[in-house]
């Protein structure tokens, strides 16, 4: 049987530096069960979707497709998928991913078989395993839906995978893995200070054991961990095979388990692969003893989500997190020379001026160098999106959830306003945020080499031209030269 696998364009804004490590498993278990394996990574070639169909219609007898994203790629996949499904019309297409999220949704407006839900590895096996024997009867299949004489099936919930050593490491040799390596999260995108080339992404937990409302835990919120051995196994394999000398790890909290992420660390330290690593992590976990170790493994970066620098939006986000304790990780990473990456969010119900100026002073106060300002936006599956009111505010705003799911983004435009604000007292308060820290970031970038190297860089064109204008032609006229 053949299978394609599509890892589909996501953050077109942002040079691809994430490896899709899901579909990377699900590839080697397929090859591992026999099957003929084609894998096409649109993210890392940044193709069209006219270039994908047309590359992949080479591929004869194809029977299945997987292919799956977040739900803030909703419109691309409605493209693209609808694009397949002209090209292979006696293909199985079969969707995974967050965008599944909402089955009732996603059979009416996209043209596919089945949606796989949660964890994959388990589910898509069986599926192709049915699909391979010609088989009608999915209902034994758990974690899927489908339509059956028009009638949308669900079948039972995949229960999670607590053994994660029986999963194989992704087919790496399947994609355009270079790519990935080269683009360097470490050095391009989050420009941490360190010299390195070629970064790996690495995953040791799943789940997530907090209950952000504005959060949708698509791995669960049961925390699993993979034996240290075997984590350490896959970074020796790509320091080997792949030359990588960083990496990312894309644990939703890598220091969920204080007891663990210190082994862990140790264990980075021990075996000799202490290197540059950024990772997310959260403030209530962290302390000096963890930082140290944290800082011998080679760590140079820790998201921290802090979101708000208000108690009150804090208690309304349900993050279970003090002001305290968020300035104290702050300035425990500084003291280890590990940067602290801050997120935050407006745009919370009961936000008002007082409680962003909060947000402000906080991060002046701790003088918080790269902070991200996201607006809150509900995402399907989380406790924020199913509130009435909220639900309310969507229908009000798009008219339809198909509506809403494409204008999904990645929050740093605004989607919909569960403020009192109207739309765009919003966007100027946020404009707000950004004016007040501008001194301060300012201050703080004059005294790096490297924010003058990346200035000089970014604007080397019009400098010359200025140079010549202003320079050169004016010595020339005087000169004769």
């Known amino acids: ?246 990496y990312l790890f894309v644990d939703e909290c890598i220091n969920a388990s204080r007891k663990l992420s210190i082994k862990f660390a140790q264990a980075i330290i021990r075996e000799g692969f202490s290197a540059p690593w950024y990772s997310h992590a959260r403030v209530t976990n962290f302390d000096q003893d963890l930082a140290k170790l944290y800082e011998l493994s080679g760590c140079k970066g820790l998201n921290f989500g802090i979101e708000s620098g208000s108690s009150k939006m804090l208690d309304e986000m349900n993050k279970k997190i003090t002001l305290k304790q968020a300035e104290r990780a702050v300035t425990i990473a500084e003291q280890f020379k590990i940067k602290p990456v801050c997120t935050f969010i407006i745009g919370m119900p009961g936000e008002t001026e007082a409680t962003v100026q909060e947000t402000v002073n906080f991060i002046k106060k701790n003088r918080i160098k790269h902070t991200p300002i996201f607006f809150v936006t509900p995402y399907p599956g989380c406790d924020l999106y199913k509130d009435s009111f909220v639900q309310a505010r969507i229908m009000k705003k798009f008219g339809s959830k198909d509506n809403y799911f494409i204008n999904l983004g990645d929050a740093r435009d605004l989607t919909v306003n569960l403020t009192n604000f109207t739309d765009s007292e919003l966007i100027q308060l946020r404009k707000k945020i950004d004016y007040q820290l501008m001194p301060m970031h300012f201050r703080q970038n004059l005294i790096e080499p490297k924010y003058w190297l990346s200035m000089v860089k970014k604007h080397s064109k019009k400098l010359i031209k200025i140079i010549k204008k202003r320079l050169i032609k004016p010595v020339r006229k005087a000169t004769g030269y």
């Open 1 to 246: 049987m053949n299978i394609l696998l599509i890892n589909p364009t996501v953050r077109k804004r942002i040079l691809p530096y994430n490896f899709p490590i899901g579909i990377g498993i699900i590839a080697s278990i397929m090859r591992e069960e026999g099957y003929m394996v084609h894998v096409y990574d649109q993210n890392a070639l940044r193709v069209s979707n006219a270039t994908l169909i047309n590359d992949v219609k080479k591929i004869k007898n194809l029977d299945v497709i997987g292919i799956g994203g977040l739900i803030t790629i909703y419109g691309h996949l409605k493209n693209l998928i609808q694009g397949l499904r002209e090209t292979f019309p006696g293909a199985k297409i079969v969707l995974g991913g967050g965008v599944t999220i909402e089955p009732s949704v996603i059979f009416k407006h996209l043209s596919i078989d089945f949606c796989v839900h949660g964890e994959g590895e388990h589910t898509f096996k069986e599926l192709c395993s049915a699909i391979s024997s010609n088989e009608t009867d999915f209902s034994k299949i758990l974690g899927i839906s489908y339509l059956k004489d028009n009638e949308l099936m669900a079948t039972g919930p995949r229960p999670i995978e607590t053994d994660l050593d029986i999963f194989p490491m992704p087919a790496y040799d399947l994609f355009p893995s270079e790519i990935y390596f080269n683009n360097n999260v470490i050095k391009n995108i989050q420009k941490l200070n360190c010299d390195t080339k070629r970064c790996a992404t690495v995953l040791w937990s799943r789940g997530c054991p907090n209950k952000c409302t504005f959060c949708w835990r698509m791995m669960g919120k049961t925390l699993r961990f993979r034996a240290i051995d075997s984590v350490m196994k896959e970074i020796g394999y790509l320091r080997e095979k792949y030359d990588v000398d960083s």
